[in-house]
């Protein structure tokens, strides 16, 4: 049987099986890149609920392997020269891609394109979103000055041209399904969440809402979009 002690966290978060890989996260849009990766994929894995309170994700245990305090982190066990742990939500993405050939083009053109994609979701719709969300939804809302959710909601509204620009004529944003997918839709899809859909207009775009909605009917998405299971 494979060895993970040494890795902390396998201390808070027992491995029942330390032979496949162990995820570490919380069902939120960036949490689930790395579930529904692996499920498309085939992996077999070993989910653990990380929450989103600082009891876990500034734990020790948790900052052995993130030192960023942030979920999605893995473990491969069986990572190219031993077990790996590895965080961020995109090099996590990035790094299953390439172990399994899948979801990455088939040519080193296609892997460019669609890292690209990936780029632009952990550099603009994931921190622009989430800040417009900050500003709607949560703390920020109290906030008397409107200029703050001015400057992320118009931002959000850019970025959602962009995405809605490329999928003219396409299912995907590149010619085949691909981990920028994984990447950019559940984000698209938190505007639900932060009750932003009227605001940035989201109705009245042509081609993103057919998007996400075939994102969600696939059957891995649909599975590994509460994966870990939220707490009741």
């Known amino acids: ?115 690209q994609w990936l780029m632009f979701q952990m550099g603009g719709i994931g921190p622009m979103f989430g800040q417009m969300g900050f500003f709607y939804k949560f703390a920020g809302s109290q906030i008397k000055d409107a200029r703050p959710r001015e400057k992320y909601r118009d931002e959000a509204i850019r970025l959602l041209a962009v995405v809605d620009k490329q999928l003219e004529g396409r299912d995907w944003i590149t010619d085949d399904y691909s981990i920028a997918d994984m990447a950019i839709a559940p984000w698209i899809n938190a505007l639900e969440f932060y009750g932003t859909k009227d605001v940035v207009g989201y109705h009245d775009l042509k081609n993103v809402p057919a998007y996400v909605e075939r994102f969600f009917a696939r059957p891995a998405v649909d599975k590994a979009k509460n994966i870990p299971p939220r707490p009741v």
């Open 1 to 115: 049987m494979l060895d993970l002690s040494a890795y902390p966290i396998t201390q808070r978060w027992p491995a029942k099986d330390p032979s496949v890989i162990q995820l570490y996260s919380f069902p939120t849009p960036n949490g689930v890149k790395a579930s529904i990766a692996l499920e498309e994929m085939g992996l077999p894995y070993e989910p653990h609920l990380v929450t989103l309170s600082d009891s876990d994700v500034k734990s020790d245990a948790f900052l052995s392997l993130n030192p960023n305090n942030k979920i999605p982190a893995i473990i491969d066990p069986n990572g190219p020269d031993g077990p790996i742990g590895i965080f961020e939500s995109g090099a996590i993405l990035l790094y299953l891609a390439e172990k399994t050939g899948k979801f990455i083009g088939s040519s080193a053109a296609d892997k460019a394109r669609i890292s």
